[in-house]
């Protein structure tokens, strides 16, 4: 029988190169690898390592699983948190990702809690748990979601408080919010995973698992929904005045980018089922330019009224 390393060699072959890390960056992740352009040079390099550390370990949950199922990926979960702590203790394993991590996290001081809790985010879906509530949600959420923005705060500045590291949680949480969102179908179909709270899909009395298009209860939702992410950028954004003036402009757009795949949804007639929304280069490039969210919402979504809770 092949090993479960074996299988994740050939599902994640390693970086080899800084210009591979950079292609896989671009590959997996055109949104933050544009916006990760606009951010200062010296953390470019930086920015995409932890990328792909956060890819490795989305790989294990969401692909891996797929080829030698849930209790080998956990053991492949495993050796990599044990690889993962290596790093941070300054013994990387012989190859090129834990390496520049392990350079990264010697420039940066890397905060080791948000690297092992996006572990924990994992373990989550290996395990197979239910997103019973909305405090659910926020909680897996903060896992691997929140996590993230919190990862990325060495590279940003030094200065560390509880307010600046909160505001960029809740922008990660915004993120995967929205990434629930946008892939509510193709995680039905591939992974038998659903992350919409029982307790609002019976609050809208939606059978999530037979509905094969979206109905005006469904729209409700998923605009309940997109009401809360936004609640959650609208609480982080005020964090980014709190960055270096050099990294403003790559955090605004990245922010920008992909909350507006939250209007794609609206433009696709809230058909997350099927379809898969996604944000034009050129709408990309004209929110560079200018915040125009709120005015698109208004012309695509739903009457408020109609999905207060």
Not at 43 to 60: P, Q, S
Not at 105 to 125: C, T, V
Not at 181 to 209: F, H, K
Request: aromatic share 6%; glycine share 6%; hydrophobic share 35%.
């Amino acid at each position: 029988m092949t090993s479960a390393s074996t299988h994740l060699d050939s599902q994640s072959r390693p970086v080899s190169s800084a210009a591979d890390t950079w292609h896989r960056f671009r590959h997996h992740s055109r949104t933050f690898s544009l916006a990760t352009l606009l951010l200062p040079r010296g953390i470019r390099h930086a920015v995409a390592v932890l990328y792909l550390f956060c890819r490795r370990i989305d790989e294990i949950a969401d692909t891996l699983v797929l080829e030698i199922g849930e209790k080998n990926a956990v053991g492949v979960l495993r050796q990599t948190e044990r690889q993962l702590e290596q790093t941070l203790a300054g013994n990387p394993p012989n190859e090129y990702l834990w390496r520049k991590l392990s350079a990264v996290h010697a420039g940066f001081g890397l905060d080791p809690e948000p690297m092992r809790e996006l572990i924990a985010g994992a373990d989550w879906d290996l395990e197979g748990r239910a997103v019973k509530t909305v405090e659910d949600l926020i909680s897996y959420s903060n896992l691997v979601g929140g996590s993230i923005g919190a990862m990325m705060l060495p590279l940003l500045q030094s200065a560390r408080s509880p307010e600046i590291e909160r505001r960029a949680r809740s922008v990660g949480i915004a993120m995967q919010i929205t990434n629930i969102l946008r892939d509510v179908g193709e995680d039905r179909r591939r992974l038998d995973r659903v992350y919409l709270p029982a307790e609002l899909t019976e609050r809208y009395g939606i059978n999530i698992s037979t509905l094969m298009s979206p109905t005006p209860n469904y729209q409700d939702l998923i605009e309940d929904l997109m009401r809360r992410a936004e609640e959650y950028y609208d609480s982080g954004i005020p964090g980014v005045n709190d960055l270096p003036t050099k990294a403003r402009t790559g955090i605004t757009a990245a922010i920008r980018m992909y909350r507006e795949i939250l209007n794609e949804i609206r433009s696709n007639g809230y058909d997350n089922l099927n379809r898969r929304a996604y944000v034009s280069f050129g709408r990309k490039a004209s929110l560079l330019l200018r915040d125009s969210y709120s005015s698109r919402r208004s012309r695509l979504g739903r009457s408020s009224a109609t999905h207060e809770t």
